[in-house]
């Protein structure tokens, strides 16, 4: 199964944003879907985990702004993105049990 990021782009502050990741196959038997996020320079930062076992977590600086969504039908996770802040500016990239990853979509912050 392949992952496929969509919906990035430049949005000012305090904008949305709603990225979806779809993937090739099924994702029924994914126990774990991820979005993590890459800055040059820093360490990977995993924005949200919806988890068969484990529900919703969600990273502390995206608390409260992010919310994750999967749709198994659809094949996608989804990541809808509120009130994002000038911090906010990353590759956002998808996996999948950490094993498949997507190329990942840039997201930009810029009034």
């Known amino acids: 199964v392949r992952l496929v990021e969509s919906g990035g782009g430049t949005v000012q502050p305090g904008g949305s944003l709603k990225l979806a990741c779809t993937a090739s196959?099924?994702?029924?038997?994914?126990?774990?879907m991820a979005w993590y996020r890459r800055v040059p320079g820093k360490m990977d930062e995993m924005v949200a985990v919806i988890s068969e076992y484990r529900g919703i977590t969600y990273g502390s600086a995206v608390r409260g702004r992010f919310t994750i969504l999967r749709d198994n039908a659809k094949r996608t996770l989804y990541l809808q993105m509120d009130s994002l802040k000038p911090e906010d500016p990353a590759v956002y990239y998808c996996?999948?049990?950490?094993?498949?990853w997507g190329p990942g979509t840039q997201v930009t912050v810029s009034s």
């Open positions: 196959g099924s994702i029924d038997n994914f126990n774990n």
């Open positions: 996996t999948s049990d950490m094993k498949v």
